[in-house]
C-alpha cells in the first residue's frame, strides 16, 4: 500500500515527467473522488492552460503547483492509489492491490497538449484529488522530522505510541508498514503510551526514524522491511525467533515481538 515512499516515487516521476506540459483537457468524471468542494467543471476550469512548475510532498500528499494565478493541485494515493505518466506508473508494484492496467481504475487526471496525459489510477478508489489544499493541516514531513519536534509530540500524548505516529497531523507520511517496522528496529511496543518515552528512548526511535526510511527508499518501498517477511500468522521475529503478536493499535493491524519491543 503507498506510503511516504511511494508517494516520494510518484512525486519524482512527475517532476520528471510533467513539468512545463501544457493542461489541454482534465479527466474528473468520478464526482466521489473530488474533495473539498472540486467538480469536474471547476476543475477544467482551474487547470486547462495551465503547465505544472513543480512536484512537492508533504507526507503522503502529493502537491503539483501551477504557473501564474495557477492552482495547486493535490493528488491522494489512498490505499491503492499509483500515478501514471504516458503509461509509465510510479514505483514497484502493490502487494495489497491488483496492479492490472484498467481504464475504469483512473479516477482523475489531466490530458497533455502534447497528446500524453498524467492520471491517477486506483483499484480500491480511497484516493482523492482537491485544489489548494490546507497543507498545515499535515504535521511536518516524517523526512525533516526533527529530534526536538519529535519529543515535544510524545511527551504531549497519552495515546499508543503507534498511533501518535501514524497520526498524520502530527507526522505526515508514517504508514502501518514503515511504523512497524521502526518499532521493531527500536525494540518498542507500539501499545505503550507515547509519553512514557525518556529522552534517551526518544532519541533511539528518532535515529531509527531517520535511518529507516533512507535505507527502505533504497531497496523500493515501504514493503522492504528487515520484518515484512514475517508479517503472517505464525511469523517468527527476525532478530529473536520469537512468535509475533498480531494486534490491533490505533485501528491497524500490527504486527510486533513480546520479547524485544517494550
Excluded at 468542494?37 to 486547462?48: D, M
Excluded at 493528488?75 to 510510479?90: F, K, Q, T
Excluded at 504508514?175 to 521493531?184: C, K, P
Aim: glycine residues 10%; proline residues 6%; charged residues 25%.
Amino acid at each position: 500500500m503507498p506510503e511516504i515512499l511511494e508517494a516520494e516515487y510518484a512525486r519524482r516521476l512527475i517532476e520528471e515527467r510533467a513539468l512545463g506540459r501544457v493542461i489541454a483537457a482534465v479527466d474528473a468524471n468520478d464526482a466521489w473522488y473530488l474533495k473539498r468542494g472540486l467538480t469536474a467543471r471547476s476543475a477544467k476550469t482551474a487547470l486547462v492552460g495551465h503547465v505544472f512548475t513543480d512536484a512537492r510532498r508533504r507526507g503522503k500528499l502529493l502537491l503539483l503547483d501551477t504557473d501564474v494565478e495557477g492552482p495547486t493541485l493535490a493528488l491522494h494515493l489512498g490505499m491503492s492509489g499509483r500515478v501514471v505518466i504516458d503509461g509509465d506508473a510510479a514505483g514497484d508494484p502493490l502487494l495489497y492491490a491488483s496492479n492490472k492496467n484498467d481504464p475504469a481504475w483512473y479516477r482523475f487526471g489531466v490530458r497533455f497538449a502534447d497528446g500524453g496525459a498524467l492520471h491517477l489510477r486506483d483499484p480500491r478508489r480511497l484516493g482523492a484529488a482537491e485544489l489548494d489544499p490546507d497543507e498545515e493541516r499535515l504535521g511536518p514531513d516524517a523526512f525533516a522530522l526533527t529530534l526536538p519536534y519529535l519529543r515535544l509530540v510524545l511527551a504531549r500524548s497519552r495515546a499508543p505510541l503507534k498511533a501518535v505516529l501514524m497520526d498524520q497531523s502530527r507526522i505526515a507520511g508514517l504508514g502501518n508498514l514503515i511504523t512497524d517496522e521502526v518499532l521493531w528496529r527500536a525494540g518498542l511496543d507500539p501499545a505503550r503510551e507515547a509519553r512514557s518515552l525518556d529522552p534517551d528512548t526518544v532519541k533511539l526511535l528518532h535515529r531509527t526514524i531517520k535511518r529507516t526510511l533512507p535505507q527502505m527508499q533504497r531497496r523500493g518501498g515501504s514493503h522492504t522491511g528487515d520484518l515484512m517477511a514475517a508479517r503472517f500468522p505464525g511469523g517468527l521475529c527476525p532478530e529473536d525467533g520469537a512468535p509475533l503478536t498480531i494486534s490491533t493499535v490505533g485501528g491497524r493491524t500490527t504486527y510486533w515481538c513480546p520479547l524485544h519491543q517494550h
